[in-house]
């Protein structure tokens, strides 16, 4: 007996060292990749964990100067991440066949967002991609583009009264006109005497909801805790508190719709698309099925409803302000960009041509988005053992398309911090823009599904 004993133990301890054999195996091959000094328990949060914005951003551009292509941190002794910024890295992962986006992605959103297209993984977001396609098809846009002018119109005279007698806050005005603009344009939101609050209590939520999350990304033990355990923490309870705020607030819009098209909506839809009238995106919803045939359940819908809501301005707001604020630090530019819209809009009309004829327009919204982009990476999880910066890297280790990082690498943009809107010149001589350089709406399978529609808001409005 005790013989079988000692061997038991023998065995444990044998499996126990080989497990800590493993695990200092892998981390070794995760720091080949390369990056700032790490330490067991701690990782690399006391070099790169600043929660200051600004302070972390200058930790990113110092990372890309030493390390051009990639570079990894830990969270804690478990979690490495790997950041790719450069096209060279970037495309293989953003291009591969498999669509799943990073474990801790689906983790952390899905609270406020729900399965929806952007937490969703595999055939589920394929359904979802192909089902939402038509209402940002190029068809509709234009339909899109005429709702939106006379909204803009009045924005624009509200403006110049609100300027008259002091400075405007940009981010606070543009935020509620392009919430404004998605409800009534792709959601047909016209509840006029109530849009302003529903405006402002989701732009809140949204708000706060983004916070909630960054902490969260930024405290290891509260990323590794499952969800209902970081519910129970005091950043978890006014997270949860947020999230159903944006949930309630979207199923008051999504129940209007449904009163209007009693007794039967997806009955409403059909007959509303055979007599060739346009189908928003809650008409698409409303009238949409399963892969099994089934009609989309409330929370589907509802999930599908907050992802693109709370995706619909949030970006946009970031690119138009932050083009503002380019064009305010140049003014002969603001001035060239002044004078080609008076040029393209003589004829007094505003389409998806004269869109097209703004090309410094287009030049200074690119090299804005470029200093300043909307979103900092894009996560995934391997599915495969890849070679990143001449290393094998395991499957399942989470990496990020660093957008920051790669719009800031000097080894693609030369003296990435200046504005410079000439970069996107179409007719610069000698120029062979590396289509992974520039990644605002991501790229590959999973790229922005609304990229179209927000380009045009985005330069309608400037």
């Not at 409303?286 to 409330?298: D, F, I, K, Q, V």
């Not at 097209?356 to 999880?381: H, N, S, W």
Request: net charge neutral; charged share 25%.
């Amino acid at each position: 007996m005790a013989e079988l004993t000692v061997a038991l133990i023998a065995v444990v301890v044998v499996a126990v060292l080989l497990k800590i054999k493993s695990f200092f195996e892998w981390r070794t091959r995760i720091d080949k990749v390369g990056g700032p000094p790490a330490t067991l328990l701690a990782g690399t949060t006391k070099v790169a964990g600043k929660t200051s914005g600004t302070s972390r951003l200058q930790s990113v551009r110092e990372f890309v100067k030493q390390y051009p292509k990639a570079y990894r941190l830990w969270q804690g002794p478990f979690l490495p991440m790997i950041f790719l910024c450069h096209p060279d890295t970037v495309k293989h992962v953003l291009n591969a066949k498999g669509t799943f986006k990073s474990y801790l992605v689906s983790k952390v959103f899905t609270p406020h967002l729900g399965r929806s297209i952007f937490t969703l993984n595999g055939a589920p977001w394929k359904h979802s991609r192909l089902m939402l396609t038509p209402a940002f098809h190029f068809k509709v846009l234009g339909k899109y583009l005429e709702e939106s002018i006379d909204i803009v119109d009045d924005y624009v005279a509200d403006l110049r009264t609100l300027s008259s007698s002091g400075p405007v806050d940009m981010e606070d005005s543009v935020v509620e006109l392009l919430l404004k603009i998605l409800l009534q344009s792709v959601f047909s939101y016209r509840k006029d005497k109530n849009t302003a609050d529903w405006c402002s209590e989701f732009i809140t939520a949204t708000k706060n909801c983004d916070v909630w999350v960054a902490k969260r990304l930024d405290t290891p033990l509260h990323l590794l805790l499952p969800n209902w355990a970081y519910f129970l923490t005091a950043n978890g309870k006014a997270y949860k508190k947020d999230c159903d705020t944006m949930r309630v607030l979207c199923v008051k819009v999504i129940n209007d719709r449904l009163a209007e098209y009693q007794p039967d909506a997806a009955d409403h839809v059909q007959k509303k698309a055979e007599r060739g009238e346009h189908l928003d995106f809650l008409d698409i919803l409303l009238s949409s099925n399963t892969p099994e045939g089934n009609a989309l359940s409330m929370d589907e819908i509802i999930a599908q409803t907050v992802t693109f809501v709370s995706a619909g301005f949030g970006t946009t707001t970031s690119a138009v302000t932050f083009t503002l604020y380019c064009l305010a630090k140049h003014p002969e530019l603001q001035q060239k960009c002044y004078e080609e819209a008076v040029a393209v809009l003589r004829d007094g009309a505003f389409t998806l041509k004269s869109i097209k004829q703004m090309k410094m327009v287009t030049m200074c919204f690119k090299e804005a988005t470029r200093l300043y982009p909307p979103a900092g990476g894009i996560a995934r999880d391997l599915e495969e053992p890849t070679m990143i910066n001449g290393v094998e890297v395991d499957k399942g280790t989470t990496v990020i398309a660093s957008i920051y990082g790669i719009h800031h690498n000097p080894e693609i943009w030369p003296d990435p911090q200046k504005f410079d809107p000439y970069r996107f010149d179409p007719d610069r001589e000698g120029v062979n823009m590396d289509p992974y350089a520039w990644l605002i709406f991501a790229a590959g399978a999973r790229n922005c599904i609304g990229q179209k529609y927000a380009e045009m808001q985005a330069k309608m409005i400037l």
